[in-house]
Each structure stands twice: as structure tokens, then as C-alpha cells.
């Protein structure tokens, strides 16, 4: 159910997202800021608490999730300022930088692929899932999966990687279920609900930066407390393919990653402390059929 954003939490959200930080009591919506909180937009320190800004670009990811169209700071003021009298298109398009303030909930659900036919039951009912290269299956909130106990769910951060998964189909075992879950789509937030009812496996297909690990860490595994249990994907040969890569590192968007620690997996700390030494990485597009001759 899609969250009311009153005036007032409006205001708070825009004085959070110019100054980067407010008192945690002036945020009077536990609900909102326990979905802020679980997608990592901001975090809560200090005593007395503050809340923190970390994600601005998520932050207004769920803001629309809930049926607000944002895209910017000077967007809230609409909703800030708006009175019982409901404004003109044309007065909207004069001041702001969209005409639809108010968005449809019809995308809220899971966007999903596969790389072969595979057997779930849907709606209560047995259905099939097909592979359609370049595309998704998209799931209405309202639907209803279950999955056999031998079917992976893999994470994928970026949409595109999803609608052409068979390019990745080299990096998975071949004699196991996998289902292909989109987790970067801010317009729906049902996707981190679905995997917190989830019990089998999952694996985490993301970018190979610190950015990318630290929302498997920090967002995905605190929803995974029923998973019987999660990884990271990190392929044998990943260190020869980022030394031949070679992207330089943009450590201006990555400092703020920089004490993220694996505590429980030993592989996905090698990687860390690699990345941090060598200051190289790589996208996960750059996987597509790629391998090491």
C-alpha cells in the first residue's frame, strides 16, 4: 500500500535533501523513513539522532514508488505548496518540470526473466515462464509466486542486463533453476517486500565496485532473513578480467563506501580489499560473453 507524503514530510524531505542532514524528531513519518532506511537512501547516527542523507537519486526513486512525481528539489515544492484548489496543467508546466504530479501504482511489482522455460506456480496455479531475448516478464504486485525450493533468484542491478540475460548464461551453472529479479527500478519498491518473504537461494549479480557491494550488504541482505542463503556473485576469473578492463576507479563516488566490510563471506572481502588497493572495476555489462583466453 502506497504511503500518504503529507506537506509536512515534504518539507522535511527538502530541507534533508539541501542541507544532507535533520534531527530524526522532525521526521514525522515512521513508516517513510523505514522504507528511506531500507533502501539506503539516509541512515540514522549520532545521539541526539540524525538522520543523514546517502542516496538522493533513491530517495526520490521512492518518493515516486509511492505515487509522487519527483525528480528534483524544485519538484517537492509542489506538493508543498499546493492548496485545497486543484492547479491547471498549465500552471503545473510553468513551474515545474512535469505535468503529471501524480503517478500510477499499475508498476508496482517484479520485473523478471529467465533463460529457459521454467515450471511456478502463479496466482496459485501451475504456469511456465518463457525466455524473450531483449525483453522482461513484469508481475503485478497484486500476484501472487511461489517457487520450487531448487529455483535461484539472482539479483540484477541494471534493467538492460536483465532483458539480455542469456548474454550471462556462460557465468551460471548450467544444470540448475534460475529466476532473474530486476532490484534497481525505483518505481517499485514491492520487489524488497517479495524478497523478504523469499526462502531459497540468492545470488547477487551487481556491478564489481564498492558502490555495487554495498547495497548487496547494506539493502538486499536485510531483507534475506528467510533465504536459506546469499551470495555475491564473483566469477573464477574476475581479477583477470578487471586487470585487462582496467576502468579507473571514480573514487569521488566511492569514499563514502570505503569502511564496507564482508565479515561472513571471505571471497567478497578479497574483492573489496582488491578494489581498494588497485582503485580498477568494472560494470557488470561488461561480463556479456566475456571470458579470459
Given at each position: 500500500m502506497a504511503i500518504n507524503i503529507t506537506k509536512k514530510n515534504f518539507q522535511?524531505?527538502?530541507?534533508?535533501?539541501?542541507?544532507?542532514?535533520?534531527?530524526?524528531?522532525?521526521?514525522?513519518?515512521?513508516?517513510?523513513?523505514?522504507?528511506?532506511?531500507?533502501?539506503?537512501?539516509?541512515?540514522?547516527?549520532?545521539?541526539?539522532?540524525?538522520?543523514?542523507?546517502?542516496?538522493?537519486?533513491?530517495?526520490?526513486?521512492?518518493?515516486?514508488?509511492?505515487?509522487?512525481?519527483?525528480?528534483?528539489?524544485?519538484?517537492?515544492?509542489?506538493?508543498?505548496?499546493?492548496?485545497?484548489?486543484?492547479?491547471?496543467?498549465?500552471?503545473?508546466?510553468?513551474?515545474?518540470?512535469?505535468?503529471?504530479?501524480?503517478?500510477?501504482?499499475?508498476?508496482?511489482?517484479?520485473?523478471?526473466?529467465?533463460?529457459?522455460?521454467?515450471?511456478?506456480?502463479?496466482?496459485?496455479?501451475?504456469?511456465?515462464?518463457?525466455?524473450?531475448?531483449?525483453?522482461?516478464?513484469?508481475?503485478?504486485?497484486?500476484?501472487?509466486?511461489?517457487?520450487?525450493?531448487?529455483?535461484?533468484?539472482?539479483?540484477?542491478?541494471?534493467?538492460?542486463?536483465?532483458?539480455?540475460?542469456?548474454?550471462?548464461?556462460?557465468?551460471?551453472?548450467?544444470?540448475?533453476?534460475?529466476?532473474?529479479?530486476?532490484i534497481s527500478e525505483y518505481k517499485t519498491t514491492y520487489q524488497y517486500k517479495w524478497l523478504e518473504s523469499f526462502s531459497g537461494e540468492y545470488i547477487h549479480f551487481g556491478d564489481f565496485d564498492l558502490a555495487g557491494i554495498n547495497i548487496y550488504l547494506n539493502t538486499i541482505v536485510p531483507k534475506l532473513k528467510k533465504a536459506k542463503s546469499h551470495s555475491f556473485l564473483i566469477p573464477d576469473n574476475i581479477y583477470e578480467i578487471i586487470k585487462k578492463k582496467n576502468y579507473m576507479l571514480d573514487y569521488s563516488n566511492q569514499t563514502r563506501y570505503l569502511n564496507i566490510i564482508s565479515k561472513e563471506d571471505k571471497n567478497l572481502q578479497k574483492l573489496i580489499e582488491f578494489i581498494k588497493s588497485h582503485k580498477i572495476t568494472i560494470e557488470q555489462e561488461d561480463l556479456s560473453n566475456y571470458k579470459i583466453v
Open positions: 522535511t524531505i527538502k530541507t534533508l535533501l539541501e542541507d544532507k542532514y535533520i534531527a530524526k524528531n522532525l521526521f514525522s513519518s515512521k513508516k517513510l523513513l523505514e522504507e528511506f532506511i531500507g533502501c539506503n537512501c539516509v541512515y540514522v547516527s549520532g545521539k541526539p539522532a540524525l538522520i543523514y542523507l546517502n542516496d538522493a537519486e533513491a530517495l526520490f526513486g521512492i518518493v515516486k514508488s509511492n505515487g509522487y512525481n519527483v525528480a528534483c528539489i524544485e519538484d517537492l515544492d509542489y506538493f508543498i505548496e499546493e492548496k485545497n484548489e486543484p492547479k491547471s496543467r498549465d500552471e503545473i508546466a510553468d513551474n515545474y518540470s512535469h505535468t503529471k504530479r501524480v503517478e500510477s501504482k499499475s508498476f508496482n511489482g517484479l520485473m523478471i526473466s529467465v533463460f529457459d522455460k521454467l515450471e511456478v506456480n502463479y496466482n496459485d496455479k501451475k504456469q511456465y515462464f518463457y525466455a524473450l531475448d531483449g525483453s522482461g516478464l513484469f508481475l503485478h504486485y497484486t500476484s501472487k509466486l511461489q517457487l520450487d525450493d531448487d529455483v535461484i533468484v539472482v539479483g540484477v542491478e541494471n534493467p538492460q542486463v536483465l532483458w539480455y540475460i542469456n548474454n550471462y548464461k556462460h557465468l551460471f551453472e548450467k544444470d540448475k533453476k534460475y529466476l532473474f529479479l530486476c
